[in-house]
């Protein structure tokens, strides 16, 4: 109930290029779904969150993509650059019981080649 | 400059040492979290406190302990108990309850067994 899977554990997209990475959960309890950006070495940072109260959420190169009754959400980057190479994870919580703390998919590591 | 900052950033274990882990933040966040790293694993929390004097077990709280005797400190113990502590560990800490918004993470520390 509390797992997320993501997918691909790792890409590799051209300079300029689509990445998209994919998560699906189980728990219906959750209703926060963030994506988290972690460069070698750092902690994660959070980049763009969404609610399942919208299908989509936009910020600048950045785009969740989120199917409720599929349970599944996805980060799409467009116009990828070298500077965006980096592990991407997407982490979900909810408001009641056990979901209330963030559970984090297993990550995808983007590589994007100038 | 507010933030989380976690020392040291490289820690090396004997067998059979207990190690203690630092984690101070000055965003006068509620609530503190300690996540475990593995390659291709994600984040696994370990413990997690959302107020002084009171802290709950996450999924791998077995072979570390924790205290939060202020708001400002969450210090992990790796104790001998823990069988494969060789990981990556990260502090976090978010306004309440990380569903309700953004969790922001310390730059981590690598604890490595000799």
């Known amino acids: 109930q509390q797992q997320v899977k993501q997918s691909p554990q790792s890409l590799i997209v051209q300079k300029g290029g689509i990445s998209i990475i994919n998560c699906a959960y189980e728990?219906?309890?959750?209703?926060?779904f963030p994506w988290y950006q972690q460069f070698p070495g750092k902690g994660p940072a959070l980049l763009i969150a969404i609610r399942p109260d919208v299908s989509e959420k936009k910020e600048g190169r950045f785009t969740i993509s989120f199917n409720k009754s599929a349970k599944q959400f996805s980060l799409h980057i467009m116009d990828s650059q070298p500077g965006d190479s980096a592990t991407y994870f997407c982490?979900?919580?909810?408001?009641?019981?056990?979901?209330?703390?963030?559970?984090f998919g297993s990550g995808t590591q983007l590589t994007v080649l100038p | 400059d507010g933030g989380i900052t976690q020392s040291p950033k490289y820690l090396f274990r004997k067998e059979g040492q207990n190690v203690t882990l630092s984690c101070e933040q000055n965003l006068n966040h509620d609530a503190m979290y300690w996540y475990r790293q593995d390659p291709g694993q994600g984040l696994r929390l370990i413990y997690y406190?959302?107020?002084?004097?009171?802290?709950q077990k996450g999924d791998i709280a077995e072979g570390y302990s924790v205290s939060r005797e202020k708001k400002e400190s969450f210090p992990l113990t790796v104790t001998s108990a823990q069988k494969n502590p060789t990981a990556f560990y990260l502090c976090a800490s978010s306004i309440r309850d990380s569903y309700r918004g953004e969790a922001f993470f310390g730059q981590g520390t690598r604890l490595t067994v000799v």
């Open positions: 982490a979900a919580s909810g408001s009641s019981g056990s979901a209330r703390q963030l559970t």
């Open positions: 728990n219906t309890a959750f209703d926060y």
């Open positions: 406190s959302q107020i002084v004097n009171d802290f």
